[in-house]
């Protein structure tokens, strides 16, 4: 049994935890507040440069383009977007547990943040580059990546390109998520390269001919590369408005079981203190009865 001293020594450590857990806590939720801002914002620039590249892309039956050409896949790459560091409750497990899903001998991985390249490392698949990004992730951080990624297609290196990150859904949902990036499939439902007028009427919203300058091959060459960049920028601020978000709510639930742990502790000292008080009072009644 526990004696008073070492109830006092671990209630003064639990509480040692809580201040730090509850000034993680604090510092999480500022960040979160600027990371799901950044993510919200960035989402109808994507859906409206979706519907720009829709239309461009459904009436180039001819496009030709290194990040269009489909070939029969027998290596593929996958970028995996983790965090930095810990404390974020089931974020990366869930991260890599589906990483884990992937062939071994027949994928590559790109990696950005740390936890994914040790995951990468610690299961000894294969990693051909890894990359970081800040706090607040900066549009060039994306560009390397997708620059990296597109050269390796280009080359032939790899016939297929997916991006797996945590989708940030709500402050207490973020899910795993895997989105295709090369080759340039589906844009808003138009197969780049194949012609298809049947949503042309609802994403035209009623204009009758778009005029392009130089050409539409030339502004859809320029807008592919574009796009690409900019999806993978959009997902580095998903996968950091989801890490903020699942450690706030990790370090908060942490805070909270310190919180009840104290209790718990203090009315177990209070029992054990109760306890030795009466055993002491017995035995000054029983020595004064004896003498």
């Known amino acids: 049994m526990p004696s008073t001293r070492d109830i006092r020594r671990r ?6 935890t809580a201040q730090i857990t509850k000034a993680m806590q604090m510092v999480a939720a500022s960040k979160m507040r600027r990371a799901q801002v950044a993510a919200l914002a960035g989402r109808p620039y994507a859906t409206l440069l979706n ?5 461009l892309a459904g009436t180039l039956g001819n496009f030709h383009h290194p990040l269009v050409e489909s070939r029969e896949v027998r290596k593929s790459c996958v970028i995996l977007v983790g965090t930095d560091k810990g404390l974020c409750g089931g974020l990366n497990s869930n991260l890599m547990r589906e990483a884990a899903k992937y062939d071994r001998e027949t994928t590559i991985f790109i990696t950005a943040g740390r936890k994914a390249a040790q995951f990468v490392a610690r299961t000894k698949r294969q990693l051909v580059a890894e990359f970081n990004y800040k706090d607040t992730p900066a549009f060039s951080e994306a560009r390397a990546i997708s620059k990296f990624a597109c050269d390796l297609y ?5 016939d297929h390109v997916e991006i797996l990150y945590t989708q940030f859904v ?15 499939g589906e844009v808003e439902g138009i197969k780049v390269g194949v012609g298809s007028q049947s949503v042309y009427p609802k994403m035209l919203q009623g204009a009758a001919e778009f005029l392009y300058e130089p050409s539409q091959e030339q502004v859809l060459g320029a807008l592919l590369p574009h796009s690409l960049n900019f999806q993978i920028y959009q997902i580095l601020l998903e996968a950091k408005a989801s890490e903020q978000s699942a450690r706030m709510v990790a370090m908060k639930s942490a805070t909270d079981n310190a919180q009840q742990l104290i209790k718990d502790l203090t009315l177990e000292y209070n029992k054990l203190r109760q306890a030795n008080i009466t055993k002491e009072l017995l035995e000054i009644t029983s020595a004064a009865m004896a003498g």
Do not use: F, G, R, Y
């Open 11 to 16: 209630i003064k450590s639990v509480k040692n």
């Open 170 to 184: 709500s402050t207490l949902v973020q899910k795993p998520e895997v989105k295709d990036l090369l080759p340039v």
């Open 51 to 55: 519907k720009v590249l829709a239309p």
């Open 154 to 158: 280009a080359k032939k290196e790899i």
